[in-house]
T-cell receptor, first 113, second 121 residues
Framework: DVKVTQSSRYLVKRTGEKVFLECVQD?????MFWYRQDPGLGLRLIYF???????EKGDIPEGYSVSREKKERFSLILESASTNQTSMYLC????????????FGDGTRLSIL | AQTVTQSQPEMSVQEAETVTLSCTYD???????LFWYKQPPSRQMILVIR??????QNATENRFSVNFQKAAKSFSLKISDSQLGDAAMYFC??????????????????FGKGTKLSVKP
């Protein structure tokens, strides 16, 4: 089974802090994704990566950056956390082929105080 | 741009009964993939069922089946013999088949806002 592991289930940070959310997958997937999930808004794509060191902006990249130095790891960075970034963050990965489904991690509930 | 609409924010079904969750989408493409994902209270999103737009036959996975109406751009999910474990958020998602639309990537998922399904014992 595919395993997508997010480093924290719950995280509390303060406004202005630099925050790192880590995601690791163990199935050699080319594609990795970061989503934000908010009630009534569904999932919105922040950034995705289709190869090491490659990244593309999703629908809501402002205030975020990403890093993919190794194929199995995709990090989401909040450069200067703000209260409106309090949310559930989901990481996903998939094989390169378009028909392959995405596999999700358990999510990180991030609160910015 | 493609959009996915789930018009039912919440649904409820009696255990052992059948429920249908609706999903419509908007696209100008002729080839694409559609997915239903389930997110139980434990929060890990899992794939329920997948449909290729070029296939006319509706996908089926055990108690889960879809009614895919390509001309109407409708992709509803039917859950038969509902069980307590079916209670979850359900998300409909669209994925383009046209690689030209997404540069080096293989196409991203576009999600609806979700339907919360409750199952009554």
């Amino acid at each position: 089974d595919v395993k997508v592991t997010q480093s924290s289930r719950y995280l509390v940070k303060r406004t202005g802090e630099k925050v790192f959310l880590e995601c690791v997958q163990d199935m050699d997937h080319e594609n990795m994704f970061w989503y934000r999930q908010d009630p009534g808004l569904g999932l919105r794509l922040i950034y995705f990566s289709y190869d090491v060191k490659m990244k593309e902006k999703g629908d809501i990249p402002e205030g975020y950056s990403v890093s993919r130095e190794k194929k199995e790891r995709f990090s989401l960075i909040l450069e200067s956390a703000s209260t409106n970034q309090t949310s559930m963050y989901l990481c996903a990965s998939s094989l390169y082929r378009v028909h392959q489904p995405q596999h999700f991690g358990d999510g990180t509930r991030l609160s910015i105080l | 741009a493609q959009t996915v609409t789930q018009s039912q924010p919440e649904m409820s079904v009696q255990e052992a009964e059948t429920v249908t969750l609706s999903c419509t989408y908007d696209t100008s493409e002729s080839d694409y993939y559609l997915f239903w994902y389930k997110q139980p209270p434990s929060r890990q999103m899992i794939l329920v069922i997948r449909q290729e737009a070029y296939k006319q036959q509706n996908a089926t996975e055990n108690r889960f089946s879809v009614n895919f109406q390509k001309a109407a751009k409708s992709f509803s999910l039917k859950i038969s013999d509902s069980q307590l474990g079916d209670a979850a958020m359900y998300f409909c998602a669209y994925r383009t088949f046209d690689l030209r639309n997404y540069g080096g990537s293989q196409g991203n998922l576009i999600f609806g806002k979700g339907t919360k399904l409750s199952v009554k014992p």
